[in-house]
């Protein structure tokens, strides 16, 4: 852009000059009246055969059949105002034998060969042609130049731009690098956020972000979805997940790399948002978002492998809980966080952590809340949220999409279903359930929306709860709460908040105990 615009600027200085020089000319052929063209003239012998003119002057002539040039002695002046076009007229380009030069009694001689004629008349040069002529014979190599200099660099710099960016999902080997920002050198992901965040917002600078990508090596595919990929990818040693949408996902991508740079969402709750960057490989773009990355991968896959006992539950339901109220909570201020609903919380978009708490990822369906205007931002895509953890109002369209809290409602039932899945995997006495999704009894594994509304909108079922958890006052607690989360009545569900006080005052009181 930058050499396209300085080719720009010099060619239009230099149509400037042109037609400068242009005008000058013409200003002083129309209007100095100071250069005088003196001719011979057989047609005045009362001016002693002499003739003044602001025009040519002409003489007649004529070839012989030996090939010579015999003069016809009639000669005289063209004045400017005489003939068409000024600057060379017809006159003395399509008449026989008129011959028109410019040079004061230039038509005075009797020439003995067809050189000397050509060198005194009027042939067309420079000073000759038409203003438009001038232009074009000026103007039109300027203007090629300019051309061929600007698709040069252009060509030059996109096929630089392309081999930078390239890069194939190949497991392990290739990456791409990018030279270090000052602010890299020898820093941990950990510190570099702290240090560029403060605490008050979530990624780092832009600029860092495309460092940060551009140096990332993917080293193996650890999950499959609906918009693409995830990777483990390694940075400067440390593992990070890199989330690879398909080009059809784009404003999936768009509004989540969006939402997860919304100041102040950063929590220990939410996963951890590092950089946002998309890359042209020459063939399709790549849309890269990444993040944390956690080992035990997400609570799905978590939940089907391990058990866990009632501490760990409810840590691990204590975590969920706190990292909702963080989203669904509105700080005020100037750098305030608006109050943000989730609209697809389930296991499969919760990471376990290695100290077994939980953070809720995958933001690309949430929405926010605009407190001034009491509005709700929802994303134009056309992905709508998992069937089996559809609340009751959003499977038979009655919520209201106009009221924020409508969505953190729908949240919570949510929150409900989860809470259910964690506790079939708490381990009591050595007696446990096998992990299975919400409704693996009453519905297909892929269910559509009406088997959906006919099991919890119809028939009002909910996931069953085991007889033993009420002799367990850890799982008796959970059950109590999962049973307020998943209220057919939306207004009646707690709010995150209070499942979280809930929860984090029963675990004071076992630590009490104990």
Avoid at 115 to 125: D, F, G, Q, T
Avoid at 242 to 253: G, L, N, Q, T, Y
Avoid at 273 to 278: G, P, R, T, Y
Wanted: glycine content about 6%; aromatic content about 10%.
């Amino acid at each position: 852009m930058f050499q396209f615009s300085m080719c720009s600027q010099k060619g239009t200085r230099m149509r400037d000059t042109v037609l400068l020089y242009l005008g000058i000319l013409w200003l002083s052929q129309h209007f100095s009246g100071v250069h005088s063209l003196k001719c011979k003239c057989d047609l005045c012998p009362d001016k002693n055969y002499i003739c003044e003119t602001d025009g040519y002057c002409f003489t007649t002539t004529f070839e012989t059949k030996t090939g010579g040039i015999e003069h016809q002695y009639r000669s005289g002046c063209l004045n400017r105002s005489g003939f068409f076009p000024p600057e060379y007229p017809l006159y003395c380009r399509n008449k026989s034998g008129v011959i028109c030069c410019a040079k004061d009694f230039c038509n005075d001689f009797l020439p003995n060969s067809k050189e000397v004629l050509k060198r005194n008349s009027a042939e067309p040069s420079l000073w000759n042609l038409s203003s438009f002529e001038i232009m074009v014979i000026i103007v039109a190599p300027t203007a090629l130049i300019c051309a061929l200099t600007i698709a040069y660099y252009f060509c030059r710099t996109s096929k630089q731009s392309r081999g930078g960016l390239h890069h194939h999902l190949q497991h392990g080997e290739d990456s791409i690098e990018a030279p270090d920002h000052p602010i890299l050198k020898g820093v941990s992901l950990k510190h570099m956020i702290e240090m560029t965040t403060s605490g008050s917002g979530s990624g780092l600078p832009l600029l860092v972000q495309r460092s940060i990508a551009r140096q990332i090596q993917l080293v193996e595919s650890i999950g499959q979805g609906r918009f693409g990929e995830v990777w483990r990818g390694r940075w400067r040693g440390e593992n990070v997940a890199v989330k690879i949408f398909s080009s059809r996902e784009e404003r999936s991508w768009f509004r989540e790399a969006e939402i997860y740079q919304t100041v102040m969402l950063r929590h220990e709750n939410i996963l951890g948002f590092i950089a946002a960057d998309n890359k042209d490989n020459g063939t399709w773009t790549q849309l890269w978002l990444i993040t944390d990355y956690h080992e035990h991968g997400s609570l799905f896959d978590f939940l089907d492998r391990n058990v866990m006992d009632t501490s760990g539950m409810i840590r691990m339901a204590l975590s969920i809980a706190t990292g909702l109220a963080h989203l669904h909570m509105d700080i005020m201020g100037t750098q305030g966080k608006p109050a943000i609903a989730h609209r697809d919380l389930k296991s499969k978009n919760i990471l376990v952590k290695s100290n077994g708490t939980c953070a809720i990822g995958d933001l690309g369906l949430a929405v926010r809340h605009d407190v001034t205007t009491d509005t709700v931002d929802i994303p134009l895509n056309n992905r709508v949220g998992t069937k089996r953890y559809m609340a009751p109002e959003v499977l038979d369209e009655t919520m209201n999409v106009y009221q924020f809290d409508s969505f953190k409602r729908a949240d919570v039932y949510a929150l409900g279903l989860i809470f259910w899945e964690i506790s079939t995997r708490c381990n009591v006495g050595g007696i446990y359930d096998e992990y299975n999704l919400p409704f693996y009894d009453a519905v297909p594994p892929d269910p559509t929306i009406e088997e959906m509304r006919r099991v919890v909108c119809i028939e009002k079922q909910r996931p069953n709860i085991p007889n033993r958890w009420q002799s367990c006052e850890a799982l008796h607690v959970m059950s109590k709460l999962m049973k307020e989360c998943w209220y057919h009545n939306a207004t009646a569900r707690l709010t995150a908040l209070r499942i979280k006080k809930t929860l984090s005052n029963y675990r004071a009181s076992e630590e009490l105990k104990m």
